[in-house]
């Protein structure tokens, strides 16, 4: 795995969806397996290029998420490889019936893309913002979840899981990401990636928290505190020998989630830290709430998901470190 | 369809309802009354209406049947087992651990299953998107799905009919068993879905009604459904009686599963044999 960082904490210049969008028309052009299902999102989800690329393999299901699901596992039951998208909350809550027995338990395959996960919802709100997905998905056997930090790791990530059978949960930001990965970057699913070495603690972050955790890293670097940084971009399988390595080298985890920190990637490192290597651990994420209306700035200061609240989370970890 | 064949699917339908009786029999209980009422169509189904191979349950051109009532799993393990998917004697494992012939419909452990089911609602959406990845794949295969009668009162099944009209899947044909009962009793008490026809008719579908114990309508009307090309979906409605064919079943009020004794096992089967000789004989 090579890791080449941009380390400029700068937006990209490509939304998330339009790279989904080419990367699916890639696999498209060379793999007739490759179909596309939505419910009504087109408009959102960027796939109106692939629409007309591929007019017999894209298909509007209308208003019916739940049906979508199955319609896609039985597809997959005739040899294709279906990505479906909906909003994540509807994607996901909605469909968790259809997801755990019609994909799942049948052993068909679906690549669910559940857009705007956490307060990447923004004005769409409480009932649009997914801070329960990840938890959704984890209760499901075989269910891989991945959450990609930008447009690099995006392309990569959506190439190896069409490669894959199973179901797949992709948690995606459709606008813009901060920029972390070069290109030259390679990923492998079901392995976090070391992005900042550190001894003093291990800050565990995936999605928009990659970035602030980073952020957090260089204000406790000023101080003397020496920081590790891993992208966990797959939440299930969790990486559970870098997470053991990190709690052994560094003594102090802090996981930094754009989730509830309830059975989300908190809960993931908790699992493995108790029953392996115990250590004190701190998160960061939204504390058992419902989501709200505002901007990305607004909403990350209202659930704490900010660089200066790991600082904090950091500091307390620690003090409880002996 | 042709007088031979038609008795022959008389002489199947009992053999399966034998089967199915024996197996569930030896257990003790189980979801008789829906299983004993599709045995009519499956020996249609199974006894060449369907492009199957028996030696190769995972063809990849064979004809997909999605039984989305996947509680009446037994009856297709009797009809899988008389077509030679695997030996007669494993139907005597029904429901034991380790077997592969679970209560409900698992494709991945039954060879012959086509599709897992048994959360009610969901084959539905399974069968439209096998026969979208058949038409995608230019294969002209019909897809098969069976549906309960009470089952259609899941709102997946109508998400799932409106875009089998949407898509003109007329590669597609539906069966409802219309037994009238559900769990609790019968539906007309509960949630009443009749008309069912005229309900997919309503969606856009095909749709009739005949009589599901009699195999030549059951196989003349997916004739029609077939050589009809308007582009619809089609929906056969097979007008049944839970549990026909064994009177302890038929005539209990409460049938949907059933706990059966040693008597009512040789009685059933007693009275099943007495169909199998009139059917030999005819």
């Given at each position: 795995m090579a890791v080449v960082l941009a380390n400029k904490h700068e937006k990209e210049a490509v939304e998330m969806r339009a790279a989904l969008c080419e990367t699916l028309m890639q696999l498209a052009e060379i793999r007739e397996d490759i179909v596309y299902l939505d419910a009504d999102l087109f408009g959102s989800s960027g796939m109106k290029k692939f629409a007309k690329a591929y007019p017999d393999r894209a298909?509007?299901?209308?208003?019916a998420e739940a049906n979508m699901i199955g319609v896609a596992a039985g597809m997959s039951a005739t040899g294709k490889t279906p990505f479906v998208h909906s909003f994540g909350p509807f994607a996901t809550r909605r469909c968790f019936d259809q997801l755990f027995l019609s994909v799942a338990y049948g052993r068909n395959t679906v690549n669910v893309i559940g857009s705007d996960p956490g307060i990447t919802a923004l004005y769409n709100g409480g009932t649009h913002m997914p801070f329960e997905d990840v938890g959704i998905m984890r209760n499901i056997p075989t269910a891989i979840i991945v959450e990609p930090t930008d447009t690099t790791m995006l392309r990569s990530v959506v190439r190896d899981l069409s490669e894959k059978r199973g179901l797949h949960y992709i948690r995606l930001k459709r606008k813009t990401a901060i920029k972390v990965y070069e290109e030259g970057t390679t990923f492998t699913i079901g392995k976090g990636i070391t992005i900042r070495e550190g001894s003093d603690v291990t800050l565990i972050a995936a999605g928009i928290m990659v970035s602030e955790a980073l952020a957090a890293a260089e204000q406790l670097a000023v101080e003397g505190i020496s920081a590790r940084v891993i992208d966990?971009?797959?939440?299930?399988?969790?990486?559970a020998e870098l997470i053991k390595l990190a709690a052994a080298e560094t003594g102090a985890i802090v996981t930094c989630e754009?989730?509830?920190?309830?059975?989300?990637l908190g809960s993931a490192v908790a699992e493995v830290l108790v029953q392996n290597t115990p250590v004190p651990m701190e998160m960061v994420g939204v504390r058992d709430e419902f989501g709200e209306v505002g901007d990305e700035a607004y909403l990350k200061e209202r659930f704490g998901l900010t660089a200066a609240n790991i600082v904090a989370k950091a500091k307390a970890v620690l003090a409880r470190k002996k | 369809m042709e007088l031979a064949r038609q008795k022959q699917a008389r002489i199947f339908a009992a053999q399966i309802r034998i089967e199915t009786l024996k197996a569930l029999g030896h257990l003790g209980f189980g979801h008789l009354g829906g299983s004993l009422s599709i045995a009519d169509l499956l020996a249609v189904l199974y006894s060449g209406e369907m492009k199957v191979d028996p030696a190769n349950?995972?063809?990849?051109d064979r004809d997909f049947l999605v039984?989305?009532?996947?509680?009446a799993g037994p009856a297709i393990y009797a009809t899988l087992a008389l077509r030679g998917f695997?030996?007669?004697?494993?139907?005597?494992?029904?429901?034991?651990?380790?077997?592969?012939?679970?209560?409900h419909c698992d494709h991945n452990l039954t060879?012959?299953?086509?599709m897992t089911t048994g959360?009610?609602?969901?084959g539905s959406s399974l069968a439209v998107g096998v026969a979208m990845g058949k038409r995608i794949s230019g294969k002209d295969n019909t897809t098969y799905l069976i549906l309960g009668d009470g089952e259609i009162q899941e709102g997946q099944v109508w998400e799932a009919a409106s875009l089998a009209a949407q898509q003109k899947l007329s590669n597609l044909i539906a069966f409802v068993?219309?037994?009238?009962?559900q769990l609790d009793g019968y539906i007309s008490d509960i949630n009443d879905f009749s008309n069912i026809a005229e309900r997919f008719a309503a969606f856009g579908w095909d749709a009739v009604t005949v009589d599901g114990h009699d195999v030549a309508a059951i196989a003349d009307a997916i004739e029609n459904a077939k050589r009809l090309d308007d582009g619809r979906p089609h929906c056969i409605v097979l007008d049944t009686i839970?549990?026909?064919?064994?009177s302890f079943v038929s005539d209990?009020?409460?049938?949907?599963h059933v706990t059966i004794s040693a008597d009512q096992l040789a009685a059933g089967l007693a009275e099943l044999e007495e169909e199998l000789a009139k059917a030999v004989a005819e």
């Open positions: 298909f509007d299901v209308g208003i966990m971009f797959t939440l299930k399988p969790i990486d754009n989730h509830s920190v309830i059975n989300g | 349950p995972n063809w990849e039984c989305s009532k996947g509680h695997f030996p007669k004697e494993e139907l005597l494992t029904i429901n034991q651990g380790g077997t592969h012939l679970p209560s060879p012959g299953i086509d959360s009610l609602g969901q068993d219309w037994n009238k009962k839970k549990g026909k064919g064994c209990a009020d409460s049938n949907h």
